[in-house]
């Protein structure tokens, strides 16, 4: 079956960085792309970028160009998000799903914490 | 991108029907046949219920529809359960490889 599993709960300071991770199975890693979607406290869902697991080829949302860089490791089946600059705002659960493309998302991982506070 | 405008809140008796909306415009609902919903339980990570518009994954039950006129997009839930009760997201693509989501609407099941 497809799961998503993503790495631990975490807390920085602001103006760090953190990773996210996010190890697939159950299906062929590089045929389908990973889409990374984070939730505020309390707030609705926002699509932060896609990235294809085939050719590591990324689209990042407006908002956080600059600061988020997805990669892949397809030897472990692994995606990876990592947003810089951290700023409280920044609190929120952070989700990966694999994505037909950025068409839909049908499987999702159970989601990541990352906490910024000083 | 601007978020797409969902109520939000709509509640229903069980067995009862709701529909909720998703409003967009021609660059992303209107422009595309790709419109997804998604429900999400508390504490839950969201689950995909319709994609392309109308079209249902397996195992979804048929009790959830989806369908679109011009920019605005419906998510229509009949036989109302308990077990409905979630918030529901549309999401839809807006070209140049990018998606947006509504803000999200609250389902009651009074």
């Known amino acids: 079956q497809v799961q998503l599993v993503q790495s631990g709960a975490e807390v920085k300071k602001p103006g760090a960085s953190v990773k996210v991770s996010c190890k697939a199975s159950?299906?062929?890693?590089?045929?389908?792309?990973i889409s990374w979607v984070r939730q505020a406290p309390g707030q609705g869902l926002e699509w932060m970028g896609w990235?294809?697991?085939?050719?590591?080829?990324?689209n990042y949302a407006q908002k956080l160009q600059g600061r988020v860089t997805m990669t892949t490791d397809t030897s472990t089946s692994t995606a990876y998000m990592e947003l810089r600059s951290l700023r409280s705002d920044d609190t929120a659960v952070y989700y990966c799903?694999?994505?037909?493309?950025?068409?839909?998302?049908?499987?999702w991982g159970q989601g990541t914490l990352v906490t910024v506070s000083s | 991108q601007s978020a797409l405008t969902q109520p939000a809140s709509v509640s229903g008796s069980p067995g009862q029907s709701i529909t909720i909306s998703c409003t967009g415009t021609?660059?992303?609902?209107?422009?595309?046949?790709?419109v997804s919903w998604y429900q999400q339980h508390p504490g839950k990570a969201p689950k995909l219920m319709i994609y392309?518009?109308?079209k249902r994954p397996s195992g979804v039950s048929n009790r959830f529809s989806g369908s679109k006129s011009g920019n605005t997009a419906s998510l229509t839930i009949s036989g109302l359960q308990a077990e409905d009760e979630a918030d529901y997201y549309c999401?839809?693509?807006?070209?140049?490889?990018?998606?947006?989501f509504g803000g999200g609407t609250k389902l009651t099941v009074l």
């Open positions: 799903a694999r994505g037909v493309a950025v068409i839909r998302f049908d499987y």
């Open positions: 159950g299906y062929t890693f590089t045929s389908y792309g």
């Open positions: 990235i294809s697991a085939y050719n590591g080829n990324t």
């Open positions: 021609s660059s992303d609902v209107g422009g595309y046949n790709y």
């Open positions: 392309d518009v109308s």
């Open positions: 999401c839809s693509y807006a070209g140049s490889s990018s998606v947006v």
